[in-house]
Nanobody
Framework: QLQLVQSGGGLVQPGGSLRLSCAAS????????IGWFRQAPGKEREGLTCITTSGGRTNYADSGKGRFTISRDNAKNTVYLQMNSLRPEDTAVYYC????????????????WGLGTQVTVSS
């Protein structure tokens, strides 16, 4: 059964950093494009970025540009989202998603989703 297992969320102070992980269970991540999304309370889900199977990256959403970096380690079957200089407005549930064919910031393009991990930025 294809599963995306997320980890790395938590509570961090403004200006701090977190690294989110998205690991594949039951399949090989090498063949999939992976996107990161987030959803804050009362807001629509926002696409942050995507990484292709070969490591190419889509443009980052303005909200994370210059602060967030997506990467992948196929040997570990894992994709990461490094988040620096975190702000209270980054508070949200963060999701990773996988798709064989698409790499975009549009959530409708993805077939498989992780369960989400909560990120809270607060002093």
């Amino acid at each position: 059964q294809l599963q995306l297992v997320q980890s790395g969320g938590g509570l961090v102070q403004p200006g701090g950093s977190l690294r989110l992980s998205c690991a594949a269970s039951g399949f090989t991540l090498d063949y999939y494009n992976i996107g990161w999304f987030r959803q804050a309370p009362g807001k629509e889900r926002e696409g942050l970025t995507c990484i292709t199977t070969s490591g190419g990256r889509t443009n980052y959403a303005d909200s994370g540009k210059g602060r967030f970096t997506i990467s992948r380690d196929n040997a570990k079957n894992t994709v990461y989202l490094q988040m620096n200089s975190l702000r209270p407005e980054d508070t949200a549930v963060y999701y990773c998603a996988a798709d064989l064919y698409h790499c975009s910031r549009s959530d409708g393009d993805y077939d498989y989703w992780g369960l989400g991990t909560q990120v809270t930025v607060s002093s």
